[in-house]
T-cell receptor, first 118, second 111 residues
Framework: GAVVSQHPSWVICKSGTSVKIECRSL??????MFWYRQFPKQSLMLMAT?????????EQGVEKDKFLINHASLTLSTLTVTSAHPEDSSFYIC??????????????FGPGTRLTVL | TQLLEQSPQFLSIQEGENLTVYCNSS?????LQWYRQEPGEGPVLLVT?????EVKKLKRLTFQFGDARKDSSLHITAAQPGDTGLYLC???????????FGAGTRLAVHP
């Protein structure tokens, strides 16, 4: 099946620094990618929808200036957590929607990135 | 309020027991998906149900979509320790057909 990768798989940073997380669709093109956040023992909460070549759409309560999303190509979306604080520590998961072929509109999930802010 | 309500939240059972997890909503969906997630990993799609009343089987897992397409259930027969994980139901809602998740059911199967 289709593969979505994330990099890094985990990152530890100091409070106040910025962290960039990459999401790549490895064998399909994705006009639309999604970013989720998952706190311990909780479900996935959608943060934003990333569209190639246009601005991301953020869910209510998600600060767009803090979580910068760039979807520069059909296979890459990045999430930058700016001025990270300990409360931003979480498991960030991206998902990419297949645009064509037999699995059109199927959404594939990456393995997640564990962010710990000290 | 959650668009998708899952119950129970937690389930701890012995190997060999049967269990059912429920996913309910007041909204009608064109389709509903079930995922399983293990710690430190992304969710993995188990099944998509599309037709009201549909029943799908995946080995010891049986998925059912309600007739009104507002609810779904996941039944596991003779649970095994390898079934341990977080089970999530999800449905598309809103613009861009966003995939929204229920709160999840955390299953622990003990040998």
């Amino acid at each position: 099946g289709a593969v979505v990768s994330q990099h890094p798989s985990w990152v530890i940073c100091k409070s106040g620094t910025s962290v960039k997380i990459e999401c790549r669709s490895l064998d399909f093109q994705a006009t639309t990618m999604f970013w989720y956040r998952q706190f311990p023992k909780q479900s996935l909460m959608l943060m934003a929808t990333s569209n190639e070549g246009s601005k991301a759409t953020y869910e209510q309560g998600v600060e767009k200036d803090k979580f910068l999303i760039n979807h520069a190509s059909l296979t890459l979306s990045t999430l930058t957590v700016t001025s990270a604080h300990p409360e931003d520590s979480s498991f960030y998961i991206c998902s990419a929607r297949d645009q064509a072929g037999a699995t059109v509109n199927t959404q594939y999930f990456g393995p997640g990135t564990r962010l710990t802010v000290l | 309020t959650q668009l998708l309500e899952q119950s129970p939240q937690f389930l701890s059972i012995q190997e060999g027991e049967n269990l059912t997890v429920y996913c309910n909503s007041s909204s009608v969906f064109s389709s509903l998906q079930w995922y399983r997630q293990e710690p430190g990993e992304g969710p993995v799609l188990l099944v998509t149900v599309v037709t009201g009343g549909e029943v799908k089987k995946l080995k010891r897992l049986t998925f059912q979509f309600g007739d009104a397409r507002k609810d779904s259930s996941l039944h596991i027969t003779a649970a095994q320790p390898g079934d341990t994980g977080l089970y999530l139901c999800a449905a598309r809602a809103g613009g861009y057909n966003k995939l929204i998740f229920g709160a999840g059911t955390r299953l622990a199967v003990h040998p």
